[in-house]
């Protein structure tokens, strides 16, 4: 079931054929659309973006993309107001990990069918911003910089090994760097390009390392989730690590409805993952097996990056980095 909020555009909203499970009529705080749908289970929802009181101040955004699964919002424009659709302003909702949103009516159900990854809009990054009366357009090609914050839920869930061999992959792709928030597990890897931190550094660490595109990011007990592009929650499906997780935090899988939940170091069967799904009433972003961090786990993690829309998988995996412009055609 879908869910809808409008405002200006009630009337558009109203015409689409879709099953809504709930509907608000009216223009909301932020804090009541994710008091309203944060832990709220839906399919789709299509916002009217004219429903989100005082939706040009992009705090109220950014809050609002952290507070709700925006993998699952469709955002419909203001058509009518030249800043809500300005390419400034588009660039901000990329940033933010918004990728789904139109003017026009007619694009609503194919975003519903055919809902955008990172590569389909990268195109508005090559915008840069001082504010957003004032856009400037870069006489280089920007450099997008992307955070992927892992968080270990159930206890030594792997996030440090994980966050390793995404680093493999991704480095065919993009200049990439691990960071390790307030630990020293990544010395063991002997890596130059996985460091520690202090979790008060990652709010300026892309400024620091101006030239990486990507950091993947151990979050351990940080709450800096929010700073993220995407957020990877890893769940160890073994009895003794949920009955201890459960616990400890009774409510942990309330709090993890609507996010990127990954099974790690996963035996569990099609049938097994389906009934921790129904159970737990959230949704598997993704399953992954133990991995042997010796050898080539291709097969496993490129569908997951892709499904991150980060690559796109081909018959072939490029060997050079300056293939990347071939991914996203």
Do not use: H, W
């Not at 979050?219 to 073994?238: A, F, G």
């Not at 949704?283 to 569908?303: F, G, R, S, T, V």
């Amino acid at each position: 079931m879908d869910t809808v909020i409008a405002n200006k555009y009630s009337s558009i909203l109203n015409e689409l054929n879709i099953e809504v499970s709930k509907k608000l009529e009216g223009e909301f705080d932020v804090d009541e659309i994710i008091s309203t749908f944060g832990n709220y289970f839906f399919n789709k929802m299509f916002l009217d973006i004219t429903a989100i009181k005082d939706y040009k101040n992009l705090t109220n955004l950014q809050k609002l993309s952290m507070g709700i699964n925006m993998d699952k919002v469709i955002l419909l424009l203001d058509k009518e107001d030249p800043i809500s659709d300005s390419n400034v302003f588009l660039s901000k909702l990329v940033g933010m990990g918004i990728y789904n949103f139109t003017k026009d009516k007619n694009n609503l159900m194919y975003l519903y069918t055919n809902p955008n990854l990172y590569r389909d809009v990268a195109y508005l990054q090559d915008v840069t911003i001082d504010d957003l009366n004032r856009p400037i357009i870069s006489t280089e090609k920007t450099i997008e910089k992307r955070m992927i914050g892992i968080k270990n839920i159930t206890d030594s869930a792997g996030a440090s090994t994980l966050i390793y061999l995404l680093k493999r992959e991704l480095k065919e792709y993009y200049k990439v760097m691990a960071l390790e928030i307030d630990k020293r597990d990544f010395v063991y890897f002997k890596d130059e390009d996985m460091i520690n931190i202090r979790e008060m550094e990652l709010e300026n660490i892309q400024n620091k390392y101006n030239d990486i595109e990507i950091f993947l990011v151990d979050l351990n007990k940080s709450k800096k989730d929010y700073l993220c592009t995407d957020v990877l929650y890893l769940i160890e499906p073994s009895t003794i690590k949920l009955n201890r997780l459960m616990t400890i935090s009774p409510y942990i899988f309330q709090d993890l409805n609507g996010q990127k939940v990954v099974l790690n170091k996963s035996l569990l069967t099609e049938s097994e993952i389906a009934d921790f799904e129904e159970k737990s009433n959230i949704k598997i972003y993704y399953n992954i097996p133990p991995l042997n961090d010796k050898k080539n786990n291709d097969e496993i993690l490129l569908p997951l990056l892709e499904k991150l829309g980060y690559i796109k998988v081909e018959k072939e995996k490029p060997k050079k980095r300056k293939n990347i412009f071939n991914l996203f055609k």
